[in-house]
């Protein structure tokens, strides 16, 4: 089918189809005497976008109008109605208006306008997640209990009965921190202004025999030498150290010795004179560097000013030429108003990190969480026990080709005041997230089920991952990945297109259920065009008779249909509910009919193709007689109005 072909079928379906008269005649003939005729609207194009021309407009009317052009790809229309309906409307409107309006500005090369949207967009969802955070809604315990028990633990050769932390690989070995030859016994290396001195040592691993442990002596100094990471060819080493410059120690402002990262080099045989990061500073501290897998970033953490919590985790690109660029804080949701520290990048893209701001076993716990194109997985994982404890867990790292790996912990079965683990990981950290769906897909009017309805998942770069059709109960079942948010959407032949949002969550099955609106509504004699054509209640003040505004919107839909069919004929009649004196009730809704009828002859349609009539209270749908207790709900029902076809 050619693009052209293609668009004259999308739009004829939108288009109102009559029966002429020699096939009315061929119809009548063949059914006998029954007097019918056949009306078919398309709501969406031919009756509220005429509407909206008239200058009639409500929430519902733009939300329809600008779905419409959207699934059917006429972007620029569907540009202009969603940037009238988020105009007037936006404080109303659900964060899939936003969605689609920055889809639709994404496909029209509007770049600068379409992130703007999607910002608002990312910012509704998110904040729907924060809620749920806080609400507590995620059973932490029982996701710490799924992700216990995959670690088998042993003990490391070379802890002292002081001090050992920060282990990180290097050529066929290790090289970690340690305060064993000064003999401080002092906790929590982790904090910025620890009391102790440190040093960096290493020692050999690739022996079936004990190594010996020695300093690397080109990287200490006096003062405090930690955490540290290696190039894979071992050529290069960040590290941390003290504020020392020139020899000296240097205090900030408050006398604090920050912490910095440093660089040194392996040329010509020996290691070059380590040299400061340039975004290092004396006014906060930089520590605890890790690299990703090509070596282009280097992850660290800091308090400088961006920081969210106490303590952040950062990225900064690492140029071709040797040059840093700009640091960037990793943000939600891996920083919270807490600490987070000792990041570690591992082959398989996952930021290890240990923090006290998620949820835990107690003082800093190891979390892990997946590291993507375009961000991160939306859910942090806690690594569970045996590696978290109650005690301080930190500087995980993981070879992910043997699953062997090292963490510190300063938990008092050690020998040390922090001690070394070596552990073996039996089962990899699950990042996946399936979230059961299910639902059945309707006839929005008669309530029937839609056999071979197709249903989608749809993410949010507007990417199908999913899809089914209904089964012969109108049922589908699918599943998404509810680390992200997700758009689900149900379509078939002759209906218009719904879809819904399910933002991110902790998997909990949902039910989702369509009531599909159809793209063509055929009408004969005796048809009410109010349910035909969806129309909201028609309100009018308590006790009057005159056509509110809102009201004006809804009976536009019914006079537009009139102008389409010259030879339409409407009676419309008024209904109220039981409550209030019958006589009363009757005359009432008798002048609401009149009334109905003037606005429409007061718009343009003929005086003999309209008949009015108000019922009062004598055609109840429901129980809710007189002496009948009833909800206000069960009284809506009653106070109706009704657009009956004559002819």
Known sequence: MSIKQFITTIISCFLLVLVNAQEKQEKYAAEGDIKYAEYSFSPAIDIYKKVIDKGFENKDLLQKLGNSYYFNADYKQAENIYERLLNNYGSEVGAEYYFKYGQTLRTLNKYEKADSILMKFTEMTQNDMRSEFLSNSRDYKKEIA???????????????????????FYKQGLIFSSDRDTGNVARYRHTWNAKDFLDIYKVNLDSSRVSAVTKMDVLNTRLHESSSVSTKDGKTIYFTRNNYVDGKIKRDIAGVIRLKIYKTVWKDSIWSEPEQLPFNSDNYSVAHPALSPDEKTLYFTSDMDQSIGESDIFKVSINENGSFGTPKNLGYPVNTESRETFPF??????????????????????????????????????????????????????????RRGYFASNRPEGLGADDI?????????????????????????????????TVKIINEQNEEEQTTITDENGNYILSCDCNKGNFVRAQTQGYLPAEEYLPSSTGKPQIVDFYLEREIIKAGFGDDLAKLLQLSTIYFDFGKYNIRPDAEVEIQKVIVAMEKYPSLKIKANSHTDSRGKDSFNLWLSQKRAEATVAYMISQGIQADRLKGEGYGETRLVNQCDDGVRCSSEEHQLNRRSEFIILE
């Open 421 to 453: 683990y070596e552990f073996l990981e039996l089962v990899p950290l699950n990042f996946e997230c399936i979230q059961p769906i299910t639902g059945t897909v309707r006839d929005k009017i008669t309530n029937e089920v839609l056999v071979g309805a």
């Open 146 to 168: 799924e992700n216990s028990g995959r670690y088998s633990l042993d003990t490391f050769n070379y802890n002292s009965e002081y001090s050992d932390f920060a282990p990180s």
């Open 345 to 402: 990048v591992s082959e398989e893209n996952i930021l290890y990190f240990s923090s006290e701001g998620h949820p835990g076993l107690g003082g800093l716990d190891i979390f892990a969480i997946k590291i993507l194109d375009n961000g991160y997985s939306e859910k942090v994982l806690n690594v569970g026990e045996t590696v978290n404890s109650s005690w301080d867990d930190f500087s995980y790292i993981i070879n992910d080709s043997t």
